[in-house]
């Protein structure tokens, strides 16, 4: 995708099943734009119901001098492709298209990530809520009382998740 020659490049993601899990694994894939902001495994359960574990990241907001940082990438990824979108919100468009896919296959979903943007904020609420997922963790502790979710986040913002549909717990 992009050219960058340092030793290190931030961002990507993964998912791993192993052991018994493993057996269970019915597929896997990607985001389609080869970016690396999401990726997922789908699990086939009784009765052919399905499962699928998604992660995700949401580049920070770009710096003007951040020309190595994700966002400022996927921007030169984007815009190889004549897409003038700024990535943060390319990512919410594509991922709510990919899963609007996912739950339109009737997959139960459990979403997992970094949105990089307080998890409470009202755009991020309607987000999920529109998609009708739910957060865990705030299903069984008090969102008011949220740590924040990264060492080096100084603004004690929980800025990552975990969204599941409502039929699991």
Known sequence: LDHV??????GGVA???????SFYAAGSGLDPSKMGRWCWTRYRGK??????VVSFYRPVPSTPTGVKTVSAVQRRCLQDEDDIRNPRQAFLE???AEVQLWLDAG???VICGDINQDILSNEIVDYFDELDLR??????HDPSDAPATVYRNKTKKAVDG????????
């Open 15 to 21: 998912i791993l099943a192993y052991g018994e899990t």
């Open 135 to 140: 957060h865990l963790i705030f299903s069984k």
């Open 94 to 96: 594509d991922f709510r």
């Open 162 to 169: 975990i969204w599941a549909s409502p039929c699991l717990d």
């Open 107 to 109: 997959d139960a979903l």
């Open 47 to 52: 009765d052919e119901k399905y499962l699928r």
């Open 5 to 10: 020659t340092e030793a290190k490049q931030f």
